[in-house]
């Protein structure tokens, strides 16, 4: 059997768990306002587990991207997984940890995905540019592919109110791969958002092979060249994570609670539709999706829910 390190007791008490997830809920809102609307059309135990995982999610992306991110080494998400076992185990070692201990109880959430996400934070650390895609594909699949994973029992297979049996078996299939496919379209769609503030950072994710394809070279990117090279190779991009946004599409109806899932996928695919408006200029506009084009995308959203 796994032996796990003995937990060091909390130096104060840790908070209540209503506490917990209060802040958990603080964090969500304050920084993923897509999200955090999304995780309104739960009900209330299913939204206040989707707070607890994005703030896990969040604290473990600002370990390398956060203002502290100078400071993280391999140690440091050593100490962050070996936290994460110990959660795992029932021993929530930080205040926010008290949220999701619970949390990955009730909906008997796997760690494996977690794990995975620290992994793809580890290759943050290592490297500042993908060869191939197979390459960037690992890792959306880590830094957000693991997040559709962890989210599906909480989504929740198989509990529809229907009274049809052979309708309550086909519902049994657990969609993985097109959970796995979501994370990876929206990771896709930031990397294609964020390229001329990676660049400036020196970090270039879009695949070497696709810029050699395109004849475009990394000084270009660097200078933030838009010409005829550039706009073909980002209409490239954004139909290949349009492909994955599609492949996602496919396994929402196997899931309980479906409008907030549509409601994110289509609100993160409209920043691709932002991006080709901007003329793919991502270097000097950032592309977003409007308040009211995210209110009025929610009727839309319900209708899929229904129907598709
Ligand atoms: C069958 C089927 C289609 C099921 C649906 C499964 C599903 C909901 C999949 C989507 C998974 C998802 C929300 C992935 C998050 C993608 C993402 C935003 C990743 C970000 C990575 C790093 O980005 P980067 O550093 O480039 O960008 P920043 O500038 O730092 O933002 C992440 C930051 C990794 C960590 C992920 C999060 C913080 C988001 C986690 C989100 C949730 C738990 C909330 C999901 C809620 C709804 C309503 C979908
Ligand atoms: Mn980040």
Redesign the pocket.
Known sequence: MLQLPRPTPPKKPLVSLSESYEFCRHMTAEY?KT?YL??LLLPKEKRKA?WA??AW??R??ELV?GVKSESTTPTTLEQWEQQLELLFAGHPVDDMDVALTDTVKNFSIDIQPFRDMIAGQRMDLDRNRYETFEELKLYCYR??GT??LI??PV?GIGNSNSTVPWESQQKLYE?RE??IA??IA??LT??LR?VGEDAQRGRIYLPLEDLRLFDYTEEDLMKGVIDDRWRALMRFQIQRARQYYHQ?EK??R??DSRL??WA?LMLYQGILDAIERNQYDVFTRRAFVSKREKILSLPVAWLRAQVL
Request: glycine share 10%.
């Open positions: 993923a999200f999304g995780s989707i995982i994005y999610c969040r473990t992306d991207d830094v957000a997040v559709g989210t599906n989504w969609p097109e959970a979501l994370g929206m990771q930031n990397i964020d996602a396994g929402i196997y899931l907030p899932v994110a």
